[in-house]
T-cell receptor, first 110, second 114 residues
Framework: GQNIDQPTEMTATEGAIVQINCTYQ??????LFWYQQHAGEAPTFLSY????GLEEKGRFSSFLSRSKGYSYLLLKELQMKDSASYLC???????????FGKGTMLLVSP | GAGVSQSPSNKVTEKGKDVELRCDPI?????LYWYRQSLGQGLEFLIY????????KSGLPSDRFSAERTGGSVSTLTIQRTQQEDSAVYLC????????????FGSGTRLTVV
C-alpha cells in the first residue's frame, strides 16, 4: 500500500523561512511532487524531484532522499499569499497516477 | 481550451439521485484523471484515462461510480444512487501524456448530497 505523511498545520511569520516535511512509504517510486492549493481553488504544481538532492525554483526549493523516503518543501521570504495547503504526492505506479498526502495547511501571519 | 474546465462548479442533489460531472481537459492532453477531495482528507484517486481507455480504474469506490471519455477529450463521471458519503469536491486533471508531465487541475465540482 501507500502511506504519505505530512504535518496537518504549520504557522510562520511573514519574511521567515518554513520547511514542510513529507515522508512516504510506497510500493514503488517514480517521482515526488509538491502542489499548492489555496482555499476553494485547484491545486497548482510547484516542484518535482525524481533524483536525490535539492531543486530550487525562486523562493521555493524541494529536497528528496529516496533512501530515507523523505522530502521537504522549503519556502523562503514568506509572503501572506503563501498561506495555503501544500500537498505532497508520489508517483508510484507506472508513469502517471499520483498518490497524495492529506496536505499541510500553512498560515502566514504578519 | 486554455485550462481544464469542469461543470457544474456546484451541485446539490437529493440522496438516491444520479449525477453527472463533466471535465473538459486542455486541448491535446491525452491523459485525464479524476480525484475527489473530502473535508480533512487528501486527494483520493478515482480513475485514469489514456485517450478513451481507462487503464486504471482501481480507485472507483463502488459500482455506483463510472466514467467515460469520448473523442479523447471530454470525460463524464457518473454517480448513481448518490449517498451522503459521496459529498466531496471532485477534481479533474489532465496532462500531455502518460510519462510525466505535470497535472493541470480544474477548479472542481463541489457535490453535496442532502
Amino acid at each position: 500500500g501507500q502511506n504519505i505523511d505530512q504535518p496537518t498545520e504549520m504557522t510562520a511569520t511573514e519574511g521567515a523561512i518554513v520547511q514542510i516535511n513529507c515522508t512516504y512509504q510506497t510500493s514503488g517510486f517514480n517521482g515526488l511532487f509538491w502542489y499548492q492549493q489555496h482555499a476553494g481553488e485547484a491545486p497548482t504544481f510547484l516542484s518535482y524531484n525524481v533524483l536525490d538532492g535539492l531543486e530550487e525554483k525562486g523562493r521555493f526549493s524541494s529536497f528528496l532522499s529516496r533512501s530515507k523516503g523523505y522530502s521537504y518543501l522549503l519556502l523562503k521570504e514568506l509572503q501572506m499569499k503563501d498561506s495555503a495547503s501544500y500537498l505532497c504526492a508520489v508517483r508510484d505506479r507506472g508513469y502517471s497516477t499520483l498518490t497524495f498526502g492529506k496536505g499541510t495547511m500553512l498560515l502566514v501571519s504578519p | 481550451g486554455a485550462g481544464v474546465s469542469q461543470s457544474p462548479s456546484n451541485k446539490v442533489t437529493e440522496k438516491g439521485k444520479d449525477v453527472e460531472l463533466r471535465c473538459d481537459p486542455i486541448s491535446g492532453h491525452t491523459a485525464l484523471y479524476w480525484y475527489r477531495q473530502s473535508l480533512g482528507q487528501g486527494l483520493e484517486f478515482l480513475i485514469y484515462f489514456q485517450g478513451n481507455s481507462a487503464p486504471d480504474k482501481s480507485g472507483l469506490p463502488s459500482d455506483r461510480f463510472s466514467a467515460e471519455r469520448t473523442g479523447g477529450s471530454v470525460s463524464t463521471l457518473t454517480i448513481q444512487r448518490t449517498q451522503q458519503e459521496d459529498s466531496a469536491v471532485y477534481l479533474c486533471a489532465s496532462s500531455p501524456g502518460a510519462r510525466w508531465d505535470g497535472y493541470t487541475f480544474g477548479s472542481g465540482t463541489r457535490l453535496t448530497v442532502v
